[in-house]
């Protein structure tokens, strides 16, 4: 059990109050689409900001046992390969998204190719967006909480983070975000201050820990590192950017949104690292350093500020799960089962969503009770899921290039099979065999050349294509009909 004082257990009494009082402020409002699934395009700019940044850290643990075995190499494998992406969506698809005034991603693929590759879409999206790994970090931080089982706690995590979207959709999930994002950088700001205070600056962490923890990789092979860099292009695909960009009030803002929240990632950035580089100082001989920061938590911080810190944790991982929980409950009701219906009208949409909820809910604590590791979750579906998207959705907002519907469906499920394959490959080698990718070959390498060799083949032997315009796609006075 991580406390016994009652003003540990308050603050969490608290904040269980608070997700409670979200669900009956929303509670009973009939939304429609635009309402349910963005917010009514109404986000204001510091909204948009907090909810960015709170739902990109959900996987606090996985990274304060990185920073606890790799040191500052933590920063430059989970932290500057994504700011690099959240710059180039920041300048290459943030404006251009808004501008298009569309829901989501298979939205766009369908306007540009047809119905086939927005479903085909709609998939590696969901995939993308099953918050499994948050949801088996939270389940994890009950678990040593509560000294409860892990199953149960996944199912109550999973419960816990998402009961306050069934209603309010969007909307719900922004103003828990805020008080979120608060409470992340209170509870490391904390932290921090108080393990600097009790054992010192840079001067103590360079005598206290081991030389590698001050280099680039950290000790961990160069190549572990720098697919990270390549993984990260899943930014640019990322379903979390794309929905709030569509929510934001006018393109700029888009825009500026995510050039402010890397400022933001940066300082959080630092907070977790410093705080993992403690850990490892103070606490040299943990069993498992995936509860670095619980346990650095246990002997540094005082009742109170305890409670402050778990609350960080809790928060920063929730954010994350709410967030892409919404958005596969969204991607089942919106992009298959409204889409496969055909329907006119899109005012059963929040309720096909509400179904998504459950089934997105089902599936994530399923996979994460299965595959028990935030950074292979990470990892794999990463690598899945952006060659995939990748090049279909970039030549969407270019305008030019484009593939017709039959080709374009084919360079989305060649490169989705074959990463597949090849992380099955590895996690299905016979027993007493050295697990490997086949030819050593990371996934995604692999499946971003299997998507540029079947483009090319489709340039070459295929129709180009021209936008498709679909009567159930919604547009706006912005995008020209």
Same mark, same amino acid.
């Given at each position: ?22 669900? $009956?402020?929303?509670?009973?409002? !009939?939304?429609? =689409? %635009?309402?349910?699934? *963005? +917010? ?5 700019? &510091? #909204? ?60 766009? $693929?369908?306007?540009?190719?047809? !119905?086939?590759? =927005? %479903?085909?879409?709609? *998939? +590696? ?5 099953? &918050? #499994? ?349």
């Amino acid at each position: 059990m991580f406390s016994r004082s009652p003003l540990d257990w308050g603050l969490i009494v608290l904040y269980v109050g608070f997700l409670v009082g979200v669900w $009956l402020r929303l509670f009973g409002r !009939r939304l429609d =689409a %635009l309402d349910y699934l *963005l +917010a009514g395009r109404r986000i204001t700019l &510091p #909204a948009l900001v907090a909810t960015l940044v709170s739902t990109w850290y959900g996987g606090i643990l996985g990274v304060g046992e990185y920073a606890y075995r790799f040191g500052v190499s933590n920063w430059l494998v989970f932290g500057v390969p994504y700011y690099i992406g959240a710059l180039l969506f920041a300048w290459l698809f943030a404006r251009r998204a808004r501008a298009a005034a569309l829901y989501t991603i298979p939205d766009l $693929l369908d306007r540009h190719y047809g !119905r086939g590759p =927005a %479903l085909m879409g709609a *998939l +590696a999206v969901f995939v993308a967006s099953a &918050p #499994a790994a948050y949801v088996l970090m939270l389940g994890t931080l009950f678990a040593a909480m509560f000294g409860l089982p892990l199953v149960p706690c996944v199912l109550a995590a999973t419960a816990t983070s998402v009961f306050y979207v069934y209603r309010g959709g969007f909307r719900g999930v922004v103003i828990t975000d805020l008080v979120q994002f608060a409470l992340m950088f209170i509870g490391f700001g904390v932290m921090l201050a108080f393990l600097v205070a009790r054992h010192g600056g840079l001067g103590y962490l360079t005598t206290a820990l081991p030389a590698s923890h001050f280099t680039w990789n950290g000790g961990a092979p160069p190549q572990a590192v720098l697919v990270w860099y390549v993984i990260a292009l899943s930014t640019l695909v990322d379903p979390g950017f794309w929905q709030r960009a569509y929510a934001a009030r006018d393109p700029a803002m888009a825009r500026r949104a995510v050039l402010i929240s890397i400022g933001f990632w940066v300082l959080f950035d630092f907070l977790t690292t410093s705080t993992g580089l403690y850990a490892r100082a103070v606490l040299p001989h943990l069993s498992d350093p995936v509860f670095a920061f619980p346990e650095i938590a246990q002997v540094t911080l005082p009742p109170f500020a305890l409670g402050l810190f778990y609350l960080g944790l809790i928060a920063t991982v929730m954010s994350t799960i709410d967030s892409y929980g919404f958005i596969a409950a969204t991607t089942i009701g919106r992009d298959v089962i409204w889409r496969l219906k055909g329907e006119r009208t899109e005012e059963r949409v929040p309720a096909y969503s509400r179904l998504g909820l459950w089934i997105a809910g089902a599936f994530a604590a399923a996979l994460a009770v299965t595959r028990q590791s935030v950074i292979a979750l990470w990892h794999d579906l990463g690598s899945i899921v952006t060659p995939t998207l990748l090049l279909p959705v970039a030549l969407a907002l270019a305008g030019r290039g484009r593939l017709g519907p039959r080709w374009t469906l084919a360079a989305m499920l060649v490169p989705f099979a074959v990463t597949l394959y090849w992380v099955a490959a590895k996690d299905l080698a016979p027993p007493g065999t050295a697990a490997a990718y086949p030819w050593s070959l990371e996934p995604i390498y692999a499946g971003l050349g299997a998507s540029l060799l079947t483009y090319a083949l489709g340039r070459a032997f295929g129709s180009r294509g021209a936008a498709v315009r679909h009567a159930d796609a919604p547009h706006s006075e912005e995008t020209p009909s």
